[in-house]
């Protein structure tokens, strides 16, 4: 079983930039397809982005192009989310996410087995 930790997320201004960690406690983390979601207050939880096993596959969602960047290092067990521009509307508690599947990525919150407790991330305009 894989537990994930998370950290990075606070306060930050609109326009502004945080960069997320998730912290892995199993070696086999480099046989996981690993995903980034997020909940905001209310709402459901929404798929941010995914990085396959070797980092050689990412995409994102629609609302998050060109602003977040996710990354891993397989040999420190960690995986990284880049967020620049924030918007207020990307407020929301950020989780990371480990599955065994691998293509095609997926974007389904049920395809993944292994959920950290997550970080807040709060955007203030």
């Known amino acids: 079983q894989v537990q994930l930790i998370e950290s990075g997320g606070g306060l930050v201004q609109a326009g502004g930039s945080l960069r997320l960690s998730c912290a892995a406690s199993e070696r086999t983390f480099s046989f996981y397809t690993m995903g980034w979601f997020r909940q905001a207050l209310g709402k459901e939880r929404e798929f941010v982005g995914v990085i396959t096993w070797n980092g050689g596959e990412t995409r994102y969602a629609d609302f998050v192009k060109d602003r977040f960047t996710i990354s891993r290092d397989n040999a420190k067990r960690t995986l990284s989310l880049q967020m620049n521009s924030l918007k207020p509307e990307d407020t929301a508690v950020y989780y990371c996410?480990?599955?065994?599947?691998?293509?095609?990525?997926?974007?389904?919150?049920?395809?993944?087995?292994?959920w950290g407790q997550g970080t807040q991330v709060t955007v203030s305009s």
């Open positions: 996410a480990a599955t065994i599947r691998s293509h095609p990525v997926s974007d389904r919150t049920s395809d993944y087995s292994y």
